[in-house]
């Protein structure tokens, strides 16, 4: 105890050069007759303490004499070297910090200078800053400990994309980094860097950790940060030719997706059989370049013509690959309409059936319109029906009269007739015209399709067309969500047909 007492009052002498008796007895929590007898005690072990007279007497311990720091322990001697400054922006304080190490090194025994100097080895400051962040270093004293006393550590560490995994490691050395912790150990996968911040339930191990020989933790840490540069290098020059790949697989796509488009528009009507009771006209406004909405003009011969809607069970690419395979077999089987309609519809579903996946399908309407009877025949394979405004404003639905192409193998249809008199208009459509939707989530509806025809009536079917889709994009101005295709026809009287043969109403 009077050991543990006189280390204290040389301490107190070192540190502060001149004390008074009381000012001793005060610290020491002893008498000052206690103080007197202690330094008497000093004196004859050799120590220079010497008693001051006067108002400001005191005792003194010679400000030559060497320090020694005796009595320092290894636990004392490594908390002081491992929490050494870490504020080394200003250069004159890192080299103040060196400076003072190195005295104590030089007054600490032969022992525990050899202990310091391996404690060093184990710490290494890299004064280039990185920008960091306020750090969790709850786990630094465990960590600390473990590397000073070379035992393996045991803790669970959070990796950068937010998985958390156990770990056992070698601990190296720490490294202080700017405001950032990091400790460097030796892993079964090699050397590692971990960071203090992400580590949770630290524990020092019993088990001794295998330092390599020779090892210098300094080297060891700029070749890491040398290895990681070169992969941080290269996986930036990996991100940046899959950037380049990216856009140039988009503008490829870009490309290909124009020549779809362009290729589609051929697929559409290009040219209108002539027809001598009939103004008609048709359009498709597709949501996405390519879709799957279809519409045709067919010339059956012999006054005859025919009229195709179809809406495909798909949108993009495969909307509008069903959609050029439904036109290839229309188009390829027309032989068979001209005495027998419904065999083509046969043929047609036998194809589509065939040739397309099990759940491909498609709604079709499809009519045939005889100019010289003005009668109209129609088949409505599961679409919309198609509506027939009359001339005194009645409208009548033709509605489905069989199911969809493209499902069953075994498939019949039913045709249905009616007549076109003068003024009476039709319009066949796909859901993209009723059930455009405004901000109230009301659908356009039929509603509203038949009124549109009513005010418009003195239009030809272009002029009708183009006053359709006004008053559909104006009701529905966001985003248009599905493709909108119309085929509009209107039966001509005497007059009518003598504008449209001059061309005044083309």
């Not at 009381?22 to 007759?33: H, N, P, T």
């Not at 990681?228 to 997706?257: G, I, P, T, W």
């Not at 006053?467 to 209107?490: C, G």
Request: charged residues 25%; proline residues 3%; contains cysteine.
């Amino acid at each position: 105890m009077r050991a543990d007492r006189l280390m204290s009052a040389l301490l107190l002498l070192q540190a502060r050069g001149q004390m008074t008796g009381r000012e001793l007895a005060r610290k020491l929590e002893v008498s000052e007759r206690t103080v007197h007898r202690d330094m008497e005690a000093l004196s004859a072990a050799g120590v220079p303490v010497y008693a001051m007279r006067g108002a400001s007497g005191g005792w003194q311990l010679d400000e030559d004499w060497s320090t020694r720091v005796p009595g320092l322990d290894p636990a004392e001697l490594r908390a002081l070297l491992m929490a050494q400054s870490r504020s080394l922006g200003d250069k004159h304080m890192a080299a103040a910090a060196d400076r003072a190490i190195a005295k104590l090194m030089a007054a600490l025994p032969k022992p525990l200078r050899e202990q310091a100097s391996s404690i060093r080895d184990r710490l290494y400051i890299d004064t280039a800053g990185w920008t960091g962040t306020s750090e969790n270093l709850s786990m630094l004293s465990v960590v600390q400990t473990a590397v000073a006393s070379d035992r393996k550590l045991k803790f669970w560490y959070w990796r950068a994309g937010g998985e958390r995994v156990e770990r056992t490691v070698d601990p190296l050395g720490l490294i202080a980094k700017g405001s950032t912790w990091y400790l460097f150990a030796k892993t079964d996968r090699g050397h590692r860097t971990y960071r203090i911040s992400r580590m949770e339930e630290a524990k020092m191990l019993g088990e001794p950790s295998v330092r390599p020989p020779n090892f210098n933790l300094e080297a060891a840490w700029k070749l890491s940060t040398e290895e990681f540069r070169d992969e941080v290098n290269r996986e930036m020059e990996a991100a940046r030719r899959a950037y380049e790949a990216r856009k140039e697989a988009e503008r490829r796509a870009a490309q290909e997706l124009e020549i779809a488009k362009q290729v589609q528009a051929r697929l559409f009507p290009q040219c209108q059989p002539a027809c001598q009771t009939l103004d008609y006209a048709g359009i498709c406004i597709q949501a996405r370049q390519v879709g799957g909405d279809y519409y045709d003009f067919l010339d059956f011969g012999k006054q005859r013509i025919g009229f195709v809607v179809g809406d495909i069970a798909g949108k993009g690419i495969a909307g509008a690959l069903l959609m050029a395979n439904l036109q290839a077999n229309l188009r390829g089987q027309l032989a068979l309409a001209h005495e027998q309609p419904h065999q083509l519809l046969k043929a047609v579903n036998r194809l589509f059936y065939a040739n397309t996946a099990d759940n491909a399908y498609a709604t079709l309407f499809f009519a045939e319109y005889d100019d010289a009877r003005q009668s109209l025949r129609y088949v409505n394979c599961g679409h919309l029906p198609a509506l027939v405004l009359r001339q005194d404003g009645e409208a009548e639905l033709l509605h489905s009269t069989c199911t969809v192409l493209g499902l069953f193998r075994d498939w019949e249809c039913e045709m249905k007739e009616t007549c076109l008199y003068p003024g009476d208009a039709l319009v066949i459509y796909t859901d993209g015209v009723t059930e455009s939707l405004n901000a109230e989530e009301e659908e356009f509806g039929e509603e509203r399709l038949k009124e549109v025809l009513r005010k418009n009536q003195h239009l030809s079917m272009r002029e009708l067309l183009a006053a359709m889709i006004d008053e559909i994009q104006v009701f529905s101005p966001q985003e248009q969500y599905d493709d909108i295709t119309l085929i509009v026809a209107r039966c001509l009287d005497s007059g009518q047909k003598q504008l449209f043969q001059s061309g005044a109403m083309a």
